[in-house]
């Protein structure tokens, strides 16, 4: 053993770590490469998954829309004459009532 000053512990390794790689966890993984094959497969899946969204979307939108303009047109269908006005001033015959307590 080397000799140390008595002020530093002694380094020793543990008895679990002697064989274990603690840097392997870190190393880079290489990645499993597709073809240009697979990569084409996975584009047209995709694109075709995106197509879909957009016409649903597209459909939905529509739907609201139509919603939207027989709303509209039942507004204007359904417009109310204006009310006549209730206002009657009060003639000179009448008294104007009175609280009895």
Do not use: F
């Not at 880079?28 to 075709?48: G, S």
């Not at 001033?89 to 009895?100: D, G, K, L």
């Amino acid at each position: 053993m080397p000799q140390t000053s008595s002020n530093q512990p002694q380094l020793v390794t543990r008895a679990k770590n002697a064989t274990t790689h603690p840097g392997e966890p870190d190393v880079v993984v290489k990645r499993k490469r597709r073809t240009k094959a697979q990569i084409e497969a996975d584009n047209k899946a995709a694109a075709e998954v995106k197509a879909a969204e957009e016409a649903k979307r597209q459909t939905g939108m529509k739907k609201i829309a139509d919603l939207e303009k027989t709303i509209d047109e039942d507004d204007l269908n359904d417009v109310m004459p204006k009310p006549k006005a209730t206002y009657r001033p009060p003639s000179t015959n009448e008294q104007p009532p009175t609280h009895s307590p």
